[in-house]
């Protein structure tokens, strides 16, 4: 199913904020672009991590993901989310760092945390 409209929260784990965002995206170019509008909406942000589906020019799946730097692997969480409600478009979550260390299993569950509300918002 393809994500139709654009979709935001916002989540607090631990102090640090996770914004999340789903929204169409045709292809990879708008993936980057609504990275950039996060990175300058969300100056504070310390990850960008992102997942896509959707079909390329010739039709065939493409699945992509993005951990930014971060531990854990959230991309690829996101992606899964992506993949578990068969969605093609993106998921961004954006972290402002709230000073608190989450671990390694921390953050990928606030970043999977963030993707489902997010979900449960637009589903």
């Known amino acids: 199913m393809r994500i139709e409209s654009m979709v935001e929260t916002k989540v607090t784990v631990e102090r640090s904020r996770f914004f999340a965002v789903l929204f169409p995206a045709a292809g990879l170019d708008e ?24 079909p390329d020019a010739s039709g065939v799946l493409v699945e992509k993901s993005k951990d930014d730097g971060e531990v854990g692997h959230p991309g690829r969480v996101l992606l899964e989310l992506l993949r578990k409600h068969d969605l093609e478009g993106g998921l961004l979550v954006s ?21 489902e509300a997010v979900l449960a918002e637009y589903l």
């Open 31 to 54: 993936v980057d672009a609504m990275v950039r509008r996060q990175k300058g909406e969300l100056r504070k942000a310390n990850h960008h991590c992102w997942a896509f589906r959707g």
């Open 95 to 115: 972290r402002v760092f709230g000073g608190v260390k989450l671990g390694v299993g921390g953050v990928s569950r606030a970043f999977r945390e963030a993707g």
